[in-house]
């Protein structure tokens, strides 16, 4: 069964201009704070960077220096064999218990390691226990 734990996912909103994303990436790194999982989307005038962090309190207290458009959100990090198949088996599992997925997104892993499946679900609660 997979490792599966409950995080805080910060959202922060950048302008989408050269240098936004460096110079959030550069304070994390800067503040100590390791990121365990990141994706960008973007429009033609902003960005939204999803990051989640090992440590919330440092990466809270990065995220205060920088001034910027912030929401948290709960989503579970779930700790997947990098192989074919591991994400299907656990999005089949949800869907077919009528937990919703609103969205996801992975870690990279090297071939035979361990990768970790960021998921925004709709019942937090009960998609832990299905996969615990």
């Known amino acids: 069964m997979p490792n599966v734990r409950a995080q805080t996912q910060f959202s922060l909103f950048l302008m989408n201009k050269p240098g936004s994303l460096a110079g959030v ?4 790194a800067a503040g100590g704070v390791n990121l365990v999982a990141v994706t960008m989307v973007d429009s033609q005038e ?12 440092a990466a809270r207290a990065v995220i205060a220096t920088l001034g910027l458009p912030v929401s948290e959100t709960d989503v579970l990090c779930v700790e997947l064999d990098n192989r074919a198949g591991t994400l299907a088996a656990v999005a089949t599992k949800l869907g077919e218990n009528h937990v919703n997925i609103n ?12 990768t970790i499946a960021v998921l925004k679900v709709g019942d937090a609660a009960k998609a832990a226990r299905l996969l615990a």
């Open 25 to 28: 990436l550069s304070a994390f």
């Open 46 to 57: 902003h960005g939204v960077l999803r990051v989640v962090a090992e440590e919330v309190p």
């Open 103 to 114: 969205y996801a997104y992975c870690t990279s892993g090297g071939v035979g390691g361990r």
